[in-house]
């Protein structure tokens, strides 16, 4: 592709590749600039936050000087050619730069260290001159995190060091040419030719003393992070279609996770618009009970193991001491967040505000999420582990809670202002239900389960009366109403219901909500943001669950199509141009993906 003009200063979000450490999260551009980067944690205020505000975030570019090329005769527009991949098996990113007067390539990791994350932050930025001579600018520019506070250079005898809050950066670099450094920036430039290497690298800590490591040391992380994906994704165990998919979008799981505590994140950013007209802005550098869940039930069927029991360890700690009133969603660091939003003074996304920190989710009620408790732990125990006896106690009792927690209203997976009696929230008490029954009929909870049996029956037998609507011929979204929702198709894949009445449900919910293989969330949505991502890959799990199996690979390969050049999704697309909405990478989206990948293979 060529290089894409920026508008305004920001780029589309489908310009943006993801790299991290298991602690935070970079964005990329196509054009060399990393738009977004938080340190020292993916929750951390960002550094580097152009992608949220083109004037004032900040940002580190690297890229072909269009200058130098632009008087060399060269029309960067037409004959810059950009090629990007990750390099296999890795979230370690290569860009390739191709011009009339020669190739580089440039090698982007946020370093880990011989076993993980670094006790540190350092993205390395390696450059490769493949042939002829190119010249090459660079810039690290600290934003004001989020107009929180003010970047400074200070000049020390070990050169210069930024300064922002509570953070210290320096750039550490190997034949960039001399550092300009400005009162808030510093820059360079040179020309690779064949055979060359370059590094740029960001360092940086937090409240800590500032770690200065050589620039072999710092390309010696590199080969270590990409020895350390590549490990891992060696482990996963998939043989089947969309074999690069699922093992790209097990990357952005793990590229989500939060190695110090086991929690994984929603999404890496904040306040990307869910439509083009603003308002529905959301922070999603949190740890969502569901998304966790979910991405436990995917990468258990891979047959991943360390992660796993990271994750599944760190929500039953929440469990115990949130029960029997779970939180929705937490920091990654396990802490309960704030009630409510601040709303920054930045503008956002190509001016599309506002901006915010926090999430007004934390405190509502959503019944699904014992079902994901329950599902979780059934799942972990059938991989051949036990429970340990106060999560056993302690499961018991929430089984208990949900007995009399099922009939009240609530708010949803979709985390509504109005409480109502969601179908799909029904169906997450049955599964919690019917997934404690199985672990006592198994010996891993006490007490008798003659209650959750009556209660699971009342709960379908509910369903039945109030969750589904014989004119529609669909389940729909709450009891009384005839709108649809496409999140009770997440229950072929819990097993409440893979027969005709969920393969009608289908039926219903591609006609009212589809768009093509894309589909809105719920009734009503079309007209207030785009196509959520993960219900498309959940109408082809669900497809395939109900035997409809040819329909179910159309829609997946359909899907699979909207990804960005790397395999990335953001949380929606807008279906008149497949522009990405929302947050990303989005935890959601990608574990859909799996779900269906997995489904359709059948693990």
Excluded at 112 to 140: F, I, K, N, Y
Excluded at 206 to 219: N, V
Aim: hydrophobic share 40%; charged share 25%.
């Amino acid at each position: 592709m060529t290089l894409e003009d920026r508008r305004d200063g920001y780029v589309d979000l489908r310009s943006y590749a993801a790299i991290g450490n298991g602690r935070t999260v970079a964005l990329v551009a196509h054009d060399g600039s990393v738009d977004w980067f938080p340190v020292p944690d993916l929750d951390s205020a960002p550094v580097f936050a152009r992608l949220l505000d083109a004037d004032h975030g900040g940002c580190i570019e690297l890229a072909p000087d269009e200058e130098a090329l632009g008087a060399a005769g060269v029309d960067v527009a037409a004959d810059l050619e950009v090629h990007r991949e990750y390099v296999p098996g890795t979230n370690v990113l290569r860009t390739t730069y191709s011009t009339p007067v020669g190739t580089v390539r440039v090698t982007d990791s946020v370093n880990m260290g011989s076993t993980g994350a670094l006790p540190w932050t350092e993205l390395a930025r390696c450059v490769e001159g493949v042939d002829g001579q190119v010249p090459m600018r660079w810039r690290v520019i600290p934003g004001t995190m989020l107009n929180t506070a003010s970047p400074w250079v200070q000049q020390t005898d070990q050169g210069p060091v930024i300064r922002i809050g509570e953070v210290s950066l320096a750039v550490r670099g190997e034949d960039i040419g001399a550092h300009d450094a400005g009162p808030q920036t510093l820059s360079g430039g040179f020309t690779s030719g064949e055979g060359t290497e370059h590094l740029l690298a960001v360092v940086g800590t937090a409240a800590e003393p500032l770690r200065l490591p050589e620039s072999h040391a710092i390309r010696r992380n590199v080969d270590l992070s990409v020895d350390l994906w590549r490990r891992w994704t060696d482990l996963l165990e998939y043989d089947g279609p969309y074999e690069d998919e699922v093992r790209r979008s097990a990357l952005v799981l793990k590229l989500l996770g939060h190695s110090p505590s086991g929690s994984i994140a929603a999404a890496a950013t904040t306040s990307l618009p869910e439509n083009r007209e603003g308002t529905k802005n959301y922070d999603y550098r949190f740890a969502w009970i569901r998304d966790a869940t979910y991405t436990l039930h995917a990468l258990l069927r891979l047959d991943e193991q360390e992660d796993v029991h990271a994750a599944v360890s760190w929500l039953l700690r929440l469990a115990r001491q949130q029960q029997p009133r779970l939180h929705v969603l937490n920091r990654l660091n396990g802490d309960l967040p704030e009630a409510g939003t601040t709303e920054l003074e930045v503008p956002g996304w190509r001016g599309i505000g506002p901006v915010v920190s926090g999430n007004d989710a934390a405190d509502q009620l959503q019944l699904g999420v014992y079902g994901d408790i329950f599902d979780m732990a059934t799942l972990y125990v059938g991989g051949g582990n036990v429970l340990d006896a106060e999560t056993a106690r302690m499961l018991s009792g929430l089984a208990d809670a949900v007995c009399d927690l099922w009939i009240r209203p609530d708010a949803g997976m979709w985390e509504l202002p109005e409480h109502r009696h969601y179908t799909s929230s029904k169906m997450g008490c049955w599964v919690a239900l019917d997934r404690a029954i199985t672990l006592a009929d198994g010996g891993h909870l006490p007490g008798t389960d003659d209650r959750w049996r009556d209660e699971r029956d009342r709960i379908r037998a509910w369903i039945d009366e109030h969750g589904w609507s014989e004119e529609r011929g669909a389940y729909v979204m709450y009891r009384g109403s005839e709108e649809l929702d496409v999140s009770v198709l997440l229950h072929t894949i819990s097993g409440f219901d893979t027969g005709p009445r969920m393969s009608s449900t289908i039926d219903a919910l591609r006609e009212e909500l589809g768009r093509g293989p894309l589909l809105y969330r719920y009734s009503g949505m079309d007209a207030e943001e785009g196509t959520f991502t993960a219900c498309g890959f959940w109408c082809a799990a669900a497809l395939a669950l109900v035997g409809r199996r040819a329909e179910a690979r159309e829609q997946m390969d359909a899907m699979l199509a909207r990804a960005n050049d790397l395999g990335l999704y953001t949380e929606m697309i807008d279906p008149a141009d497949d522009a990405f909405l929302g947050n990303m990478p989005q935890a959601l989206s990608h574990l859909a993906l799996l779900v269906a990948a997995l489904t359709l293979n059948g693990q």
